[in-house]
């Protein structure tokens, strides 16, 4: 059975990196998302894809002036990340109720462009 777009003509796109330049979305280092970091929280935590949070999330783990304790509190959030996809359906690419240290309601999801963490009102 056929998708209900195969074969339509693209009107426009908007790819991760045009969010990004636009300041919508944040991309994560990879360093802070890969097994061979030494860095708190990265254990077995690895996502071989981008990440990237959107700006309104990052502002909220952001500790502002401290990259040290920012990179801890992605990294955290990551991993509360990585477990909820690691739970569930592997085909079910979007996760509405990721824990969040901070105490917020943070969705995912997996798509071309990689994975992408939001709070609700960003989707």
């Known amino acids: 059975m056929d998708g209900l777009f195969d074969g339509a003509e693209v009107i426009s796109t908007y790819t991760a990196a045009q969010a990004v330049d636009d300041g919508l979305l944040v991309e994560v280092p990879r ?45 955290l959030q990551l991993r509360y ?23 917020l309601r943070v969705w995912g999801v997996i798509d071309g462009a990689g994975l992408t963490l939001m709070l609700p009102e960003d989707y």
Request: glycine residues 4%.
């Open 31 to 75: 360093s802070w998302s890969r097994k061979e970091s030494n860095a708190v929280y990265s254990n077995d935590l690895c996502f071989s894809a981008s990440v990237y949070i959107t700006s309104n999330l990052y502002t909220r783990i952001e500790t502002e002036g401290d990259d040290e304790a920012t990179e801890v509190a992605v990294r």
């Open 81 to 103: 990340a990585f477990e909820a996809f690691k739970a569930g359906d592997a085909l079910d690419l979007m996760r509405t109720s990721i824990e969040s240290p901070s105490g």
